[in-house]
């Protein structure tokens, strides 16, 4: 790597509206340190968090793009247009194998040169996805992050496109302004952003080289705060620092050029936003808030509240989409990163749910809370093999797969969702709970289903002498999968096979025959919701360790119903071709269903509650 990398630099980051442009301004009146604009290199032309430094880019290119950011700002300056002569000469100079890392660092570093100064600081809030990476690449570099209450970040943000118009009374903005202002904010995307942001800045907590400051310590004591800074970064503290103009606050109009520091932002919030923004905040960001000290005051979502915010989110991300797609996509996939690391890092594994467990055999499953329920996030290969471990030792293991339309019926029916809550193992199915994951800021990696997880199954069952018992299906179905599965996995012992249309009267003879079958697996085939209440019901009585309802999987190993194929499933509309197979059926469960689950999820997320607030049957745990 070249000799600007190791140079020394300083990186401004927070969430977005958390006075990184005023850390910058202050940096600036340093005699050291030039400020410089937001850049938003990173994200953009490479991605720390992927490629090595040496990563190669269009030189020409990136240069010219920096350069505009820095002459006329962010929204102005048009990517790969700059007439500046300097943009050739630093191509020039550069090596012709220099890669991203050396790059940025050479332009940023001609941009302080210029100003007379050695250290270049740059204010791109969410350079913090990058953090971990951008400190191993740049081994000088150093970072300063900015917290902010989010309530006051949610207030700025909301009146920020007024701010940006310059306009004394908003309500001489443009209906095209007016329109923009309102598609851009929405307090739940706010909310998220803080979180992501602050997670990753408090994962730094005590690194050497990165300094953590809240915002409102710096307003309420400039100074102290200040020669902190200066101590953090190695220079002295200079008094002209403390003598800024209030640069792009949303409060103070930038024509009146007010100096000196105002503890306006503070509270302004208390008269910006509404209860239900609150209310929001609190329920999304109200831990982290916590931890720095900020308290959320009690606030209650209103119904309507929660409706509003839903519908506005779809308006929201299509108004995002259309008016500057690339960097939605930039954020989107920053924020999804970060959300995967931290899942990653904060959960706990399925040994660790299971005390009495081997903890070897039950390995690198995740769990991951999806409407309040740990979900175990395991590749198939491993949950069979936690699965049949559990039946050979005899452990009791009640299973249950989670998909959108057993959450859509769980909403409804009280005794599914105690079925739920009360297992012991939890599977989510299906794109739907990894897109509601990801809307409650957790991401899931595997789709551990009925069907797929079978032939694992039988194999490692087989392996292990692990006889199955099957309870499900129309008669002639049952027989059909158990030969099936003789020609399949011949050395698999199915010990019990019962179609799945018996009376109740029957049931005592059906548990008394499975209790003799000595299965170490029962796999129940009744449809949701019946089967895992079936379950639930008979669990305390049934001598079989392991219990889990698997739907529609006796149709589909029989032959019965044809499997969508795997090009179709990868592309995660299995949903699609069974609808297709079965449309009477299954048409309420998919058409109405799949767009009632996406707004059940985002009400969770927003709520924390699967139904909504007044009706009687709304629990969540
Ligand atoms: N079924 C049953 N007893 C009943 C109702 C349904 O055995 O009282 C069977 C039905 O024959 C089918 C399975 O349960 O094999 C349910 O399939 P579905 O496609 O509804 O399940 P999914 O996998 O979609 O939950």
Known sequence: MGHAATEPMIFVTGASRSGTTMVTTILDKHSRIAGLREMQFFGEFCDPRRDPPSRRIDARDAIATLFARQERGILAGERGRSSDPDVERLVRELPAEAGAAEIFAATVARFAARAGKAVPCEQTPRNIYYA????????????????????????????????????????????????????????????????????????????????????????????????????????????????????????????????????????????????????????????????????????????????????????????????????????????????????????????????????????????????????????????????????????????????????NVAARDARLRRALHDADVVYADGVGMAIAARLQGERLRHNVNGTDLFPHLCREAAAAGVPLALLGASPGVTEACVRVLAERHPSLDVAFAHHGYFDESETERIVAALNRSGAGILLVAMGVPRQEIWIMEHAARLEIPVLMGVGGLFDFVSGRVPRAPAAVRRLHLEWLFRLAMEPRRLFGRYVIGNPVFLTRAFRYAVTGQLTSPDSTEATSR
């Open 132 to 407: 971990r990476a951008l400190l191993d690449w740049y081994p000088a570099a150093r970072f300063v992050h900015l917290f902010r209450d989010p309530r006051g970040v949610m207030a700025s943000q909301k009146f920020r496109w007024q701010r940006r118009s310059l306009m004394a009374d908003p309500s001489q903005m443009s209906r095209r302004q007016q329109i923009r202002t309102w598609v851009n904010y929405h307090p739940y995307t706010v909310a998220q952003l803080w979180n992501v942001a602050t997670g990753l800045a408090l994962e730094l907590e005590g690194h050497p080289r990165v300094h953590l400051l809240r915002l409102e310590d710096l307003l309420r004591e400039p100074e102290a705060r200040v020669r902190a800074l200066c101590e953090f970064l190695g220079v002295d503290f200079e008094p002209a620092m403390l003598d800024v103009e209030h640069v792009n606050s949303s409060y103070v109009s930038t024509r009146e050029a007010a100096r000196g520091f105002s503890l306006a932002p503070i509270d302004a919030w208390r008269s910006k936003l509404s209860t239900d923004e609150c209310a929001l905040i609190n329920r999304r960001c109200g831990r982290l808030m916590k931890r720095l000290g900020y308290q959320p005051e009690p606030a209650t979502l209103s119904r309507l509240g929660a409706v509003t915010f839903g519908g506005r989110y779809l308006l929201h991300l299509l108004g995002a989409a259309l008016v500057n797609p690339g960097r939605l996509w930039i954020q989107a996939r920053g924020v999804l990163a970060a959300a995967g690391g931290r899942s990653r890092a904060v959960q706990g594994t399925v040994a660790a749910a299971s005390p009495d467990s081997d903890s070897d055999e039950q390995n690198d499953g995740h769990l991951v809370r999806v409407f309040g329920l740990p979900c175990a996030d395991a590749p198939l290969p491993a949950a069979a093999r936690d699965l049949v471990a559990c039946a050979a030792a005899g452990r009791p293991r009640r299973v249950v797969f989670v998909n959108a339309h057993s959450m």
